[in-house]
């Protein structure tokens, strides 16, 4: 893909240019944006480097996320952000996203294609996906550290009066220490609703030659709380395999394991509180 004003600052005049196109050298793909007509025919990336070099912008959203291996919605439009507020016509397979400002910090290049950051990427998700996705995307970036509480509220603040910033705060005032998934939060919602003390999110149980991290632990009762949260993978699945490998050799180490679902916790709180009490209450001598 090549542009214009391009072709002039690699030393062609204006009248060659246009003969370059006359001879169908170069086709139009949109004004003053070509193909060589020797390309290969790949609609898809002769489409992302269009919107980049027609808009000078970057690719972003769902179209960044797919190319970031982020799970999103996939979209059939080509997601450009352009840094400026200029009005302008684009054809109906790209989705323009204007913004005042685009940090340099908040892009990045995969494969030489100009792309919004991981970090911008999601942050860009949060505020424009519907909720129940972007709190599936929330916690799932947190899960593999790919943000922080930090990161949301710096683009709370950098982005005053953006809109999405009101979904922004309210995935951010849902977040607590030592919980990576909605599930979580609710396990922990349940244990201090009802009293219990003594638990402790994400502990690390040390092991022969391996450390296990659980969701919730209670050591005194040597009693470790596994979650499985909305979208639990399913029983073919490898994190399924190491989950059960786990909770094998916590058993054999003398711990015992408590599994709730999404469902249970969301509506038997009651159930799943009577049989948490029920287990710590089969420890006759708790280790203090």
């Known amino acids: 893909m090549i542009t214009r004003s391009q072709l002039f600052e690699c030393g062609l005049s204006e009248g ?3 003969r370059l196109v006359t001879q169908r050298q170069l086709r139009e793909v949109l004004p003053a944006a070509y ?3 020797s390309a290969p025919a790949s609609p898809v990336n002769q489409r992302l480097w269009t919107a980049t070099l027609w808009t000078g912008g970057v690719i972003s959203h769902r179209t960044a996320a797919g190319l970031w291996q982020i799970p999103s919605a996939s979209s059939d439009s080509i997601h450009v952000t352009v840094g400026d507020r200029r009005s302008r016509r684009y054809p109906p397979w790209m ?3 204007r913004v005042p400002l685009l940090p340099e910090t908040d892009t990045d290049q995969l494969e030489d294609l100009p792309v919004t950051s991981r970090i911008r990427t999601i942050l860009d998700l949060l505020r ?9 995307l929330l916690d799932r970036s947190i899960q593999q550290s790919w943000l922080g509480a930090a990161d949301l509220q710096r683009s709370i603040v950098e982005g005053r009066g953006r809109s999405g910033n009101t979904q922004l705060r309210t995935l951010l005032a849902g977040l607590e220490p030592g919980a990576e998934a909605e599930s979580e939060r609710l396990l922990h919602r349940i244990l201090r609703q009802s009293g219990c003390t003594g638990w402790i999110p994400q502990y690390q149980i040390v092991l022969p030659g391996r450390r296990i991290r659980v969701d919730v632990a209670l050591p005194q009762h040597r009693l470790a709380i596994e979650v499985d949260g909305k979208l639990y993978h399913d029983e073919f699945s490898d994190r399924f395999e190491d989950d059960r490998a786990r909770q094998n050799e916590l058993i054999n180490a003398g711990w015992r394991v408590l599994r709730f679902t999404w469902r249970q916790l969301k509506d038997r709180p009651d159930l799943v509180m009577a049989t948490i009490s029920r287990s710590m209450a089969a420890v006759k001598d708790p280790i203090v």
């Open 95 to 97: 989705r323009l996203h």
């Open 128 to 136: 424009t996906e519907r909720p129940g996705a972007a709190q599936n």
């Open 16 to 18: 060659q240019a246009d």
């Open 35 to 37: 193909v060589h007509s």
